[in-house]
């Protein structure tokens, strides 16, 4: 069993990753934590994958000095993965999708919103730790008692987006160019990733991780 959650968080947290490059892809915009990490690589001259890292060191650091309980192995697997994977896939899928018409972009933003809340699934219902970013939600809400969790989530979510398109007009973007990081896309996935991350927990993630209970 310790091993099929290690497998399903390993798993997860790849497939999150490629859902990342295929949503920066898409330049529709990407969820909030995204619009933030995009703001900043625009501004800050280093690779996304290291940047990833050092913004998620940061943040663990907040956790371990607040409430270490959500940190776990999967937390670590994000840390350190998720960044590269999702630079080595935008980079791949740039080559491929040169000039992407709109067409193109809208269908990216479909399948990376099904891709991500796919690994989602997996990643959460593995239960092996959360990523630096859902703990601070976590310890705002459930150590600090400053509301309850969505609430908290929404006003983390918003200082992201705050935060992201802020560095992305400081590093000499365009207002016309906001939408690629904070648009249609960061606003499907505040409202629509729950109930089908919901509906992968259901039909994939909980009953593989209790396939092997049944044996």
């Given at each position: 069993?310790?091993?099929?959650?290690?497998?399903?968080?390993?798993?997860?947290?790849?497939?999150?990753?490629?859902?990342?490059?295929?949503?920066?892809?898409?330049?529709?915009?990407?969820?909030?934590?995204?619009?933030?990490?995009?703001?900043?690589?625009e501004?800050?001259?280093?690779?996304?994958?290291?940047?990833?890292?050092?913004?998620?060191?940061?943040?663990?650091?907040?956790?371990?000095?607040?409430?270490?309980?959500?940190?776990?192995?999967?937390?670590?697997?994000n840390?350190?993965?998720?960044?590269?994977?999702?630079?080595?896939?935008?980079?791949?899928?740039?080559?491929?999708?040169?000039?992407?018409?709109?067409?193109?972009?809208?269908?990216?933003?479909?399948?990376?919103?099904?891709?991500?809340?796919?690994?989602?699934?997996?990643?959460?219902?593995?239960?092996?730790?959360?990523?630096?970013?859902?703990?601070?939600?976590?310890?705002?809400s459930?150590?600090?008692?400053?509301?309850?969790?969505?609430?908290?989530?929404?006003?983390?979510d918003?200082?992201?987006?705050?935060?992201?398109?802020?560095?992305?007009?400081?590093?000499?973007?365009?207002?016309?160019?906001?939408?690629?990081?904070?648009?249609?896309?960061?606003?499907?996935?505040?409202?629509?990733?729950?109930?089908?991350?919901?509906?992968?927990?259901?039909?994939?993630?909980?009953?593989?991780?209790?396939?092997?209970t049944?044996?």
């Open positions: 069993m310790k091993f099929r959650r290690i497998l399903m968080s390993l798993c997860g947290v790849i497939v999150c990753a490629v859902s990342v490059g295929v949503f920066k892809i898409a330049a529709l915009g990407v969820d909030p934590f995204q619009s933030l990490m995009s703001g900043l690589s501004l800050i001259p280093i690779s996304f994958g290291t940047l990833y890292v050092i913004v998620n060191l940061l943040l663990l650091t907040f956790s371990l000095l607040t409430d270490r309980s959500k940190i776990g192995l999967a937390t670590f697997i840390l350190f993965l998720l960044g590269y994977i999702t630079e080595f896939t935008y980079n791949s899928l740039q080559q491929l999708l040169p000039d992407p018409s709109m067409v193109v972009r809208a269908v990216c933003l479909l399948i990376g919103i099904v891709v991500i809340c796919f690994g989602s699934a997996l990643y959460m219902t593995a239960n092996l730790g959360v990523s630096t970013y859902d703990a601070v939600a976590i310890v705002l459930e150590k600090w008692k400053l509301g309850k969790f969505q609430y908290c989530r929404i006003a983390a918003l200082v992201c987006v705050i935060l992201g398109v802020g560095c992305f007009l400081l590093a000499g973007g365009k207002a016309l160019d906001i939408p690629t990081i904070a648009g249609i896309g960061t606003i499907i996935t505040a409202f629509f990733m729950g109930p089908l991350i919901e509906f992968f927990n259901v039909k994939v993630a909980r009953p593989w991780l209790n396939k092997e049944r044996k």
